[in-house]
């Protein structure tokens, strides 16, 4: 059983009681609030593995902790004939089985949340998720298999896994829905209800849980990458990226490029036309020393002088243990433009001078795909 974590989960939840099978490796997680339901939970697990499995809890080992040790935790042991071991104090090694187990859990729990970059209240979430995927990897200690397939006899199937956190879209309801109202809300996946042949997604808009099987995934983009846990989201947000308009290269243009492009030998306003075109009483203004408001804005460019970087000029020595090996850092220097005129040693290999084994492993390397989702990877060949 971990400590008490100090940021609390959205639905309430502190810490989490982990057991472990050690015939299968199988791990089972359960969230609580306060560490007086653990027992009650140990209790519940004991008629779940009685009524599922057809078996019977013979040994419980914990550490000295008092939820597993007390009166009532006793009377319950002798009832189903449970023999109950604890560790010594400090020796956590005496349960190394749960204890590795939990600083797994812990890491991909981590792994997870890191990714996705969900906020620290959705730490339950990550371990409960984290949990559904090591039950099926493989273990080294049960000859490679998965502890899913060990408990059920069969092995798990990969196609239903999903990127956790990743941006999801689940369909809106029918009733109270207008006909302009959006018909999908962005979420997040959350993970596998154990009760529901579903998908857990957490609404971002409403700030709800929901769970649903009709969703559609974007496993590469995460919401919360650009959000953060505070921020309000409306319905019809949409976390997919977008593609930047190309707008030409900008051009400075001086305040002698401008006056340039005025007409100087156009006619001035005939003073002596009685025309009411042209207001006498309006004297006459340059446009180089007088610009209008109307008149386009002059961008005024400068020249900006890159300081030159100053470079050492000492000489570089190749290390000894480097003389048998060719490395861009070994070759001596004396100015710095010989750096840029050294060609790179992947450039005195040539593609023609390999074997034609060499040239088939290589141009098979080159059309490799890799796999980005877990379905992908659970129907690739290679």
């Known amino acids: 059983m971990g400590a008490i974590y100090k940021t609390t989960t959205y639905d309430g939840y502190k810490l989490f009681l982990s057991i472990v099978d050690d015939f299968s490796r199988a791990t089972w997680i359960f969230l609580m609030s306060h560490k007086s339901n653990a027992f009650s939970l140990l209790e519940s697990f004991s008629l779940f593995v009685a009524n599922q499995f057809d078996a019977q809890i013979k040994i419980i080992r914990s550490d000295n ?9 006793m009377a319950f042991y002798n009832s189903k004939g449970i023999i109950h071991q604890t560790s010594c104090v400090d020796t956590p090694q005496q349960n190394g089985i749960v204890e590795r187990k939990h600083k797994q859990l812990l890491e991909v729990a981590r792994a997870l949340m ?4 969900v906020p620290l209240r959705f730490w339950g979430d990550c371990v409960l998720t984290g949990t559904y995927l090591v039950n099926r990897l493989p273990n080294s200690a049960i000859n ?4 899913y397939e060990v408990l059920f006899s069969k092995p798990p199937s990969y196609e239903h896994l999903k990127v956790f956190g990743c941006l999801c879209f689940i369909s809106t309801l029918r009733q109270g829905r207008t006909k302009f ?16 042949k579903a998908y857990k997604v957490y609404n971002l808009v409403t700030k709800t849980i929901h769970y649903s099987r009709d969703i559609v995934f974007h496993e590469q983009h ?5 959000i953060s846990s505070s921020d309000t989201v409306l319905p019809n947000t949409i976390f997919l990226p977008t593609i930047a308009p190309e707008y030409p290269p900008s ?25 009411p075109a042209h207001d006498t009483s309006v004297p006459s203004t340059d446009i180089s020393q007088h610009p209008s408001s109307s008149s386009v804005p002059i961008v005024q460019s400068q020249s900006l002088v890159q300081p030159q970087l100053r470079r050492s000029s000492r000489l570089s ?23 840029i005129t050294t060609p790179h040693w992947c450039n005195l290999v040539h593609f023609s001078a390999l074997t ?9 390397l080159d059309h490799i795909h890799e796999p980005t989702t877990f379905e992908e990877a659970a129907t690739s060949s290679q």
């Open 356 to 364: 034609s084994v060499q040239q088939q492993q290589i141009d098979h």
């Open 181 to 196: 109202e959006p018909r999908a809300h962005p979420c997040i996946f959350l993970g596998y209800p154990v009760s529901k």
């Open 222 to 226: 995460f919401p919360y990458l650009h």
């Open 144 to 147: 490679f298999k998965t502890p």
């Open 317 to 339: 020595k190749t290390p000894t243990y480097l003389q048998d090996y060719m490395c861009p850092s070994s070759i001596k220097q004396t100015t710095p433009s010989a750096a």
């Open 65 to 73: 902790g008092q939820e597993f040790g007390d009166n009532h935790a």
């Open 114 to 117: 890191f990714q996705s970059k």
């Open 251 to 275: 051009t400075d243009v001086s305040t002698s490029n401008v006056s340039d492009q005025v007409d100087t030998s156009a006619p001035s306003p005939d003073t002596s036309s009685n025309s």
